[in-house]
């Protein structure tokens, strides 16, 4: 079964220019969240979505925002971009079985802004 | 305020030694607790995840263990080697909610020759 996939891997964009990142999750995982990594920060995170709905929401302003297509599909969406928000985004697509709670990472796109 | 410690926050020990990194936690109420290792620039991976009940997980030469009393968990690598080199990150997940998972800021392990 093939793991969690984002797209680009690299990225490289001018301040105040938008960009958009793509991650596709394991097959049969209905829910994704993106999360981001900063050195020294840890993981923080953006956004979930379940079913195309946005399920929960972390602390970022409102120039994050994403979306979930029908086949569970998610897009991340940065506009105006500042030089703080040069880092590792992360999805990880995750499963529920009852009680049961497993969390997989894709790679990673790496968005360096200059 | 839910909220995940990890200790130490960066270890350096020699190839072929064990090692301890710990995990202190006050996210309640506790659904399970995850450990994961990142490899720089590489997306988190998986170690093992313990619900309530388990007090003990292992993974080839990883061995996790849950306290919930206490609430501490700890990660114990047997016999390290140079490709353990990697933050190891504790999350916690209270229900089974996504955006209610809170996450360490991770202990960075160097192996060294």
């Known amino acids: 079964k093939a793991g969690v996939t984002q797209t680009p891997r690299y990225l490289i964009k001018t301040r105040g220019q938008q960009v958009t990142l793509s991650c596709s999750p394991i097959s049969g995982h209905r829910s994704v969240s993106w999360y981001q990594q900063t050195p020294g920060q840890g993981l923080q995170f953006l956004f979930e979505y379940f079913s195309e709905t946005q399920r929960n929401k972390g602390n970022f302003p409102g120039r994050f925002s994403g979306r979930q297509f029908s086949n569970s599909r998610s897009e991340m969406n940065v506009s105006t971009l500042e030089l703080g928000d040069s880092a590792l985004y992360l999805c990880?697509?995750?499963?529920?079985?009852?009680?049961?709670?497993?969390?997989?990472f894709g790679p990673g796109t790496r968005l360096t802004v200059t | 305020k839910n909220q995940v410690e990890q200790s130490p926050q960066s270890l350096i020990i020699l190839e072929g030694k064990n090692c301890t990194l710990q995990?202190?936690?006050?996210?309640?109420?506790?659904?399970?607790l995850r450990w994961y290792k990142q490899d720089t620039g590489r997306g988190p991976v998986s170690l093992t995840i313990m619900t309530f009940s388990e007090n003990t997980k292992s993974n080839g030469r990883y061995t996790a263990t849950l306290d919930a009393d206490t609430k501490q968990s700890s990660l114990h690598i047997t016999a390290s080697q140079l490709s353990d080199s990697a933050s190891y990150i504790c999350v916690v997940t209270v229900n089974t909610n996504a955006g209610k998972s809170t996450f360490g800021d991770g202990t960075t392990l160097t192996v060294k020759p």
């Open positions: 995990c202190n936690y006050t996210v309640s109420p506790f659904s399970n």
């Open positions: 990880a697509s995750s499963l529920t079985r009852g009680t049961y709670y497993e969390q997989y």
